[in-house]
């Protein structure tokens, strides 16, 4: 299938705290929205949605693909997230891509050699996993442990470009530092990650690459129940 230019995509970010959104014309970015840690995704993300709509001069129908993080991530905002998604492809009849969301991290439009993306799995441990360049194809399963657990398990790999929380960055460089590591370089994730998973989205979609099972949410572990008594 040959995408046109022109395909309007909305991408659906709701893995991460903060929330994000982002609307493309073809590989053209026409206008994106990231919240913030107050922000509520079951009470203001259709709102958001409908006001970039708005913004960009699209109209619903006119969407032609959809795409959304499935996770790791919060396990809330990511139900709420693809059920909107489903919501909103139902009504329209429109396509969905599900995006990885260390994946959409990895993103680069130009890679070289590694990627290592990181996020927070809650209980002080971190879910992690390796993209190589070409699409950032995954090479490694998806890893959990504490920090320091997984980057004596990431020791073998050169050429490392780790894209992990700000939180973290200080204790990678003195592990770096420690182990005398030379090839390692430690960036930010994206600032809106809904951009890099239209993106991968698009790209997808190229390929025709739209299989049902990419709606399923990778948790990577079971939630905690907490049981009030």
Known sequence: MKVEKEKLILSVETATRDCSLAIFRGIKLCQSWRGDDTFSASEGLLREIQKLLRQAEAKLHEVELLTVTVGPGSFTGLRIGLAIVKGLAAAGQIPVRGIPTLKAMAFRQSPAGSVCSLISAGRNEFFAQIFRSGQNNNVEPMNTGTLEQLLIELKKNNDLTFV????????????????????????????????????????????NNLESRSWQIIYGRDAIVINKK
């Open 164 to 207: 992990a929380p700000v939180e973290t960055h200080t204790s990678i460089l003195e592990f770096i530092e420690s182990e005398k590591i030379t090839s390692w370089i430690v960036e930010s994730p994206p600032e809106n990650l809904a951009i890099c998973a239209g993106k991968l989205g698009l790209i997808l979609f190229q390929q």
